[in-house]
């Protein structure tokens, strides 16, 4: 009896693992990426870079290939025509949410339900709302933070100029004041307050372990309280800009920045938000401009 049941158990166990691990039928033709690379990677931080190099036979030749990633095969695709389908398509080719991907993870929500990661009508609202700043170019914020650029440069006294830090330094003033009209002011002081906080949230919610063992933030040690509370303090600065700037409707201040071409991402939305059609709470505002943070400075 004891036999039987063990036997049952080690069937259960191989066949789960069999079904998590099975190739659909519709990838089985798609190249496979090294899992084990991509997990070194991971785990060593070595970052995008690196793991594009690591895949870049198999996707220049073929132009897509699939890897094993958090329990499911994912597909990753360099190919323009397929990527255009997949975005366009998502009725055949639905977006993962990050909560249904990384439940109750400090990723899910920092970045919660945003543009990027949803689908349908939530999806169209998230665009309405989000595509009118795209529609002119900020020149002045480029224009400040070109000429700060310039006088940080001339301050280096006959010694090399570390271009790579300078430029993401700038990038991250530039899509503060782009994004919400807030001046990290990275060029000028690199380890101010918020500058930190904001490198802090976006390392921790990309910390490799958590995605590949998302089981251990419910061990005590790895329960993120730490990352969480930085995590707030970015979501108070921006909650507080929210607030800010939807009282700035009431004096005309807002529909002005609207008229003349100027007014931020954040403006935009919240000028947008007021049709009943497309409404956005404070918090889906606050989650775009984190995920425009994120795709603006860490790509």
């Not at 020149?139 to 006294?157: G, P, R």
């Not at 707030?232 to 800010?244: T, V």
């Amino acid at each position: 009896m004891l036999f039987a049941t063990i036997l049952v158990f080690i069937s259960f166990i191989t066949y789960k693992i069999y079904q998590t691990l099975r190739i659909p039928t519709g990838l089985k033709d798609v190249p496979t990426l090294s899992y084990f690379g991509f997990f070194k990677s991971m785990l060593t931080n070595e970052g995008p870079a690196k793991r594009w190099e690591d895949s870049r036979n198999v996707l220049e030749q073929n132009g897509i290939g699939k890897y094993w990633f958090n329990g499911e095969w994912c597909v990753v695709t360099t190919d323009l025509e397929l990527t255009k389908d997949l975005i366009a398509k998502t009725d055949l080719y639905p977006k993962t949410s990050l909560e249904e991907s990384f439940p109750g993870s400090l990723l899910a929500s920092y970045y919660g339900t945003n543009v990027v990661f949803s689908n349908g009508d939530v999806w169209k609202r998230h665009r309405y709302n989000t595509n009118p700043a795209f529609k002119s170019l900020p020149m002045h914020v480029f224009d400040e933070s070109a000429l700060k650029f310039l006088k940080v440069i001339e301050k280096v006294d006959n010694g090399p100029i570390e271009i790579k830090g300078l430029m993401d330094r700038v990038t991250l003033d530039v899509l503060g004041k782009a994004a919400f009209g807030f001046d990290f002011n990275n060029l000028e002081d690199p380890t101010n307050d918020y500058v930190t906080t904001y490198h802090e949230v976006t390392e921790e919610c990309n910390k490799p372990i958590y995605f590949i063992c998302p089981f251990i933030k419910y061990i005590p040690y790895f329960n993120r309280t730490e990352a969480r509370k930085k995590a707030a303090k970015m979501n108070y600065l921006f909650n507080g800009l929210i607030e800010k700037k939807r009282k700035s409707m009431e004096t005309d201040e807002l529909s002005k920045k609207i008229d003349n071409n100027s007014a931020d991402l954040l403006e935009c939305m919240i000028n947008v938000s007021n049709n009943p059609k497309y409404p956005m709470s404070d918090e889906e505002m606050r989650h775009n401009l984190a995920i425009f943070m994120l795709a603006g400075h860490e790509t």
